[in-house]
């Protein structure tokens, strides 16, 4: 069964940094595009940042500038650097990825469980 494990989260002032890691477990064949999305409390659920399979990033405009996706394909993981982080960016933050499970020609979307990122002002 193929999962999402996600580390990194905290608590951190303004200003600060953190790096979150997802990384993708189980019967992988390839992973496609990797995403990190945020929820706030009482808010939707917004894309913070995407990487497609060769590299390509984008970015929501509240965090270009600020915020570093990257990949290590070696590893079937994806990394958030959050650099001059805002209270605004307070919020549980998801991975997500489209897989490739062996033995099957479909990719499929998985979720990691979620990791608590709160800046303090």
């Known amino acids: 069964q193929v999962q999402l494990v996600e580390s990194g989260g905290g608590l951190v002032q303004a200003g600060g940094s953190l790096r979150l890691s997802c990384a993708a477990s189980?019967?992988?064949?390839?992973?496609?595009?990797m995403r990190w999305y945020r929820q706030a409390p009482g808010k939707e659920r917004e894309l913070v940042a995407s990487?497609?399979?060769?590299?390509?990033?984008n970015y929501a405009d509240s965090v270009q500038g600020r915020f570093t996706i990257s990949r290590d394909n070696a590893k079937n993981t994806v990394y958030l650097q959050m650099n001059s982080l805002k209270p605004e960016d307070t919020a549980v933050y998801y991975c997500?990825?489209?897989?490739?499970?062996?033995?099957?020609?479909?990719?499929?979307?998985?979720w990691g469980q979620g990791t608590q990122v709160t800046v303090s002002s």
């Open positions: 189980g019967p992988v064949s390839s992973v496609k595009t």
């Open positions: 997500n990825a489209l897989i490739q499970v062996y033995g099957k020609s479909a990719t499929f979307s998985y």
């Open positions: 990487i497609s399979s060769g590299d390509s990033t």
